[in-house]
């Protein structure tokens, strides 16, 4: 049976090489119920990035005046950049049923329990090694060595913060990883209150039973 329920807000987050954004390709490659939620940001335009696609990237004054606006539902400053997620289409989207995925730093993930806890799961990715990382920031190879070594740094800080999230996975194979997020949003997926009109079904059986 298929109840209607309220969509789930997936929060990935990890240090900078973690491996979130692979997983977050592989599991929108495989399931098309989920949408990804594109933030605003202030950083440079990456080469393979697209603009509505990856981010929308606009300058620090639009920024400031969509926040100072309340159209962001979360902001912060990461790596001496802003990110913001626009408020707009979540509600719409978990209203409509349909699930979205949030990549947003640990911030951002405290801001969003203030506000709507119960509409999320957070899951924080750990490289299995800082050597690993550290060769993941490189190969990645889109940003300067003064930045990885910035983006390093501040994963030690962001690394503290893993206990402020339902589930830790740490990342050491990515398929293997990628099956244990779809397994957290099946079961986020479930829970009795994001599904509506249990009460109604369950009338329904107690009557039965009833006019037995
Ligand atoms: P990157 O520059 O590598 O795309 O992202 C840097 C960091 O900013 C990542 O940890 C990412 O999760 C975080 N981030 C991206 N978008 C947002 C956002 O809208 N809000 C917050 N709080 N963090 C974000």
């Known amino acids: 049976m298929n109840f209607p329920r309220r969509g789930v807000m997936l929060v990935l987050a990890s240090p900078s090489g973690a491996g979130k954004s692979s997983i977050t390709r592989t599991l929108f ?5 989920i949408g990804l939620s594109v933030s605003v940001t202030t950083r440079a335009r990456r080469t393979d990035e697209v603009e509505g696609k990856h981010y929308y990237f606009v300058d620090v004054p639009t920024f400031e005046r969509m926040r100072d606006e309340g159209e962001l539902l979360e902001w912060a400053r990461v790596h001496d950049n802003y990110y913001g997620t626009p ?38 990715i750990l490289p299995p090694s800082i050597k690993e990382l550290r060769s993941r920031l490189e190969r990645r190879a889109q940003d300067s060595k003064g930045t ?46 994001r599904i509506s009109q249990l009460d109604n079904f369950v009338k329904d059986l107690q009557s039965q039973i009833d006019s037995i």
Request: aromatic share 8%; proline share 1%.
């Open 87 to 124: 408020r707009a289409k979540v509600e719409e989207q978990l209203a409509a049923g349909n699930d979205i995925l949030f990549d947003i730093d640990y911030q951002g993930t405290l801001q969003l329990y203030e506000k709507c806890r119960q509409d999320m799961v957070t899951v924080f």
């Open 29 to 33: 490659g495989q399931d098309p119920h």
């Open 148 to 193: 990885i070594e910035k983006r390093l740094k501040n994963a030690r800080v962001e690394m503290q913060h893993y206990f402020e999230y339902d589930y830790v996975i740490v990342n050491e194979d990515l398929e293997d990883s990628t099956q244990k997020v779809r397994t957290i949003l099946a079961a986020a997926r479930l829970r009795r209150d």
